[in-house]
């Protein structure tokens, strides 16, 4: 038998340029070996998203849908949006947003331009999400993607202060503090009390509650799609609760739809935050939930039209008749 004695390596003086080469292949090693530990650093200190948490509520996964057919969940597949969570007879609390800024939203969903926002920003909020999701049961990938289709991720340039284009609405999470009374804000923002507040996270303010400050705000966003329905899957009942938060109108349809469709990408392919919207899954979403509440909204539409058009043609005749007795 053949071992490893029998075959000794050649003496150094025999091959004066083999300790040359063992030394560049020793270098070579040495270089792999601190790329390889900077790299597992690197990785180690990657910001996660709280999906990785084992105390956040499950994340549904949905096959993949196609255009025309519903993004089914368990349980869920069928159900019709214009009942879900109102058979108690509990009505949806609503952020009645003025017409310029539902028309000027409407065409910001419609041309989304990608903003890029780094990740260890995001990284920031994910016990915010993890904490709200935890308490009002809701799915803390439906908090997210509020969040990134209000402020993108609160980068937009007035998320800390003031208020909207249109006057009505402010903060990370975009609450209405003009409508009411009581305002959106004013039924939701003590939702903080709820939760113990974060050491730290990205923008603390001194007084609560405010709509300026990150944590009040996702807290008040959970009580509220909560309250709308809202549960830990992502079916009709987070459909409902995402219109309800835009509220009842034609851009609401479109607002549920992106925010839905986002959600249900990311519990597929994972936590992306520049990844753009999936327009197949915004269509399978609309063709499930909002298609039937928007042709609900159209025929109401055209039946005011209708009974407009109607009152003005009796009163066109009733002056014709009017003026044809005056001048009998």
Known sequence: MTGIADHPSPPAQENPGRPRRWRRLGLGVGLLA????????????????????????????????????????AGEAG???????????????????PRAEQRRDLARFHRRSPTHVPARWVA???????????????NWLLLASIHQQETSFSTAADTYHGLNFAGCCGGPMQFNVTNGPPTTWALVGDAYRLAARPSGYPHPTRAHPSIYDDFDAVMAAGRLLSADGA????????????????????????????VLARAISWSQGGFCINCPLDQAMVDAVHA?????????????????????????????????????????
């Open 288 to 328: 499930a939930y909002g298609a039937p509440v928007l042709a609900e909204l159209e025929a109401e539409a055209a039946a005011k039209r209708a009974a407009a058009a109607a009152k003005r043609a009796a009163a066109a005749a009733a002056k014709r008749a009017a003026a044809r007795a005056r001048a009998g």
């Open 124 to 138: 920031g909020f994910y016990p915010l999400y993890d904490l709200a999701a935890r308490t009002f049961a809701v």
């Open 34 to 73: 601190v790329g390889a530990l900077v790299l597992g650093l690197a990785l180690a200190h990657r910001p996660r998203p709280p999906a990785a948490s084992a105390a956040l509520p499950p994340v549904i996964e949905l096959g993949a849908p196609t255009p025309g057919v519903a993004p089914a969940a």
């Open 231 to 258: 549960g830990t899957a992502l079916d009709v009942g987070a459909w409902e609760a995402a219109y309800s938060y835009y509220g009842h109108d034609v851009t609401g349809v479109t607002y549920a739809d992106q």
């Open 79 to 97: 159900t019709a949006p214009a009942t879900a969570g109102r058979s108690a007879g509990r009505a949806a609390i609503v952020a009645v947003r």
